[in-house]
T-cell receptor, first 113, second 112 residues
C-alpha cells in the first residue's frame, strides 16, 4: 500500500517554462512534507518542505503547495533550468512516526535547453 | 562536515556471498536510516535507528538482511546470503531529532 504516490514517472519541460511535479498521499497522520532532488550517482538532497499548517512555501524558484483536503501537494519550479534535470522525490512524515519519512516513487524531470 | 559517508560505492558479488555495506553518519546526528532504491519500488525504508537502537525494521525484506549500529558513528547493513534480486542502490541517511534527513552517496550493489 503506497501511502505517497507520484503518478508521473517522468516530465519534460522547456527551459524557462514552469515545471509542476505532483504528489498524492493517503495517510491523514502526515503533517510534514518534503521534496528531495536526486542527481545520478548521488544521494537525494533536501530541496524544500512544508508543514501541514501552511498551504504554500516558497524558496527562490521553488514553491511547494499543499492541499490538505485533497491530500495533494505540488512542487513548482519557475523558471526551469537545465540544471534542474533530476529525479524529484516527494516525502511525508507522520506526527506519530518519529523521524520516519515515507517516499514516493519519484518523478524524473528533464529540462530541455 | 564531510556529510554521510558510505562504503563501498560499488559492490559486485556473486549469488550466495555475504555483503556488508557501511555507513558513517554526520557527527551529532542521533537517527540513522537505511534505504533501498529500485526501479520497481522507488526509495523504501529498510530500518532506522534512534540513539543506536533499532526502532523500526519492518522494511527489512527477510532474515537474510541484518543491520547493526554499535556506536553513534558507524552502522552496517549485511546481506547473507545475497541474491540477484538484492541488486539495488542502498542509501544511508542521518538526522538530528526531527530535522531534515541527509543522505549519503549510496552503494550500488550488483549480485550476479
Amino acid at each position: 500500500d503506497q501511502q505517497v504516490k507520484q503518478n508521473s514517472p517522468s516530465l519534460s519541460v522547456q527551459e524557462g517554462r514552469i515545471s509542476i511535479l505532483n504528489c498524492d498521499y493517503t495517510n491523514s497522520m502526515f503533517d510534514y512534507f518534503l521534496w528531495y532532488k536526486k542527481y545520478p550517482a548521488e544521494g537525494p538532497t533536501f530541496l524544500i518542505s512544508i508543514s501541514s499548517i501552511k498551504d504554500k512555501n516558497e524558496d527562490g524558484r521553488f514553491t511547494v503547495f499543499l492541499n490538505k483536503s485533497a491530500k495533494h501537494l505540488s512542487l513548482h519550479i519557475v523558471p526551469s533550468q537545465p540544471g534542474d534535470s533530476a529525479v524529484y522525490f516527494c516525502a511525508a512524515r507522520a506526527n506519530n512516526a518519529g523521524n520516519m519519512l515515507t517516499f514516493g516513487g519519484g518523478t524524473r524531470l528533464m529540462v530541455k535547453p | 562536515d564531510a556529510g554521510v559517508i558510505q562504503s563501498p560505492r560499488h559492490e559486485v558479488t556473486e549469488m550466495g556471498q555475504e555483503v556488508t555495506l557501511r555507513c558513517k553518519p554526520i557527527s551529532g546526528h542521533n537517527s540513522l536510516f537505511w534505504y533501498r532504491q529500485t526501479m520497481m519500488r522507488g526509495l523504501e525504508l529498510l530500518i532506522y535507528f534512534n540513539n543506536n537502537v533499532p526502532i523500526d525494521d519492518s522494511g527489512m525484506p527477510e532474515d537474510r538482511f541484518s543491520a547493526k549500529m554499535p556506536n553513534a558513528s558507524f552502522s552496517t547493513l549485511k546481506i547473507q546470503p545475497s541474491e540477484p534480486r538484492d541488486s539495488a542502490v542502498y542509501f544511508c541517511a542521518s538526522t538530528e531529532f526531527r530535522d531534515t534527513q541527509y543522505f549519503g552517496p549510496g552503494t550500488r550493489l550488483t549480485v550476479l
